[in-house]
C-alpha cells in the first residue's frame, strides 16, 4: 500500500459480526467526520448489503450538506457495504463522477472477486478543505484486486 493511503492515525477495528465488510477506519477525534477506511470484499459478501437507510440520510444531510449533494455510501451494497454504518456513509457532491467510480471500484471489485473468489481489499481516504468540515471534496480509493493489480484514483466530490 502506498503511504497515500495509510491511515492517518491507529484505525478503528469495527467489531466482529457488524454488518457489511468494513474492517477498519478512522474517524476525526475532534468532528467525528469520516477520515479512511478499508474494506475487504470476499465472494460471500457480494450482494449482500443495504442502502442508506432514512435515518442515515437524514444525519447525512443535517451535516455540510450543499446543494445538490445526496446521501451516498462509500462501499456499494452489491459490494456487501451497509447504509446503515457511519463508517460507509457520506455526502456525495452533484459533480461526482459516479459513472467513473462503479468502474473502478464497483464493477472492478464485483467482477474480480466473483469470477476467482478471492478477496479484495479497498482503502479509501477522504481529503477536506480544512479542518472543520465534515464533508469531503476528494475521495481517493485503492483497489487491490485478487491477482495483484491495484486501481488507484482520487476523485472530487463537489
Known amino acids: ?3 497515500e493511503f495509510e491511515p492517518p492515525y491507529e484505525p478503528t477495528h469495527v467489531p466482529p459480526g457488524s454488518p457489511g465488510v468494513t474492517t ?3 474517524a476525526s477525534p ?3 467526520r469520516l477520515e479512511w477506511m478499508q474494506a475487504v470484499v470476499t465472494k460471500e459478501s457480494l450482494n449482500t448489503g ?3 437507510t432514512d435515518e442515515m440520510a437524514d444525519f447525512l444531510m443535517k451535516s455540510d450538506a450543499n446543494p445538490g449533494d445526496s ?3 462509500v462501499v456499494h451494497s452489491s459490494l456487501g457495504g451497509t447504509g446503515e454504518e457511519p463508517w460507509n456513509c ?3 457532491g452533484g459533480s461526482f463522477d459516479d459513472e467513473t467510480y462503479s468502474n473502478e471500484v464497483e464493477s472492478t471489485t464485483y467482477h474480480a472477486v466473483s469470477s476467482t473468489g478471492q478477496p479484495a481489499t479497498l482503502t479509501f481516504r477522504f481529503i477536506f478543505r480544512n479542518d472543520t468540515v465534515t464533508r469531503p ?10 491477482n495483484g493489480d491495484v486501481v488507484e484514483n482520487d ?3 463537489v
Open 137 to 146: 471534496y476528494k475521495i481517493a480509493y485503492q483497489v487491490e484486486l485478487p
Open 30 to 32: 475532534t468532528n467525528g
Open 71 to 73: 446521501p451516498g455510501m
Open 1 to 3: 500500500m502506498s503511504d
Open 24 to 26: 477498519r477506519y478512522c
Open 90 to 92: 457520506l455526502l456525495i
Open 50 to 52: 443495504t442502502d442508506v
Open 155 to 157: 476523485l472530487v466530490n
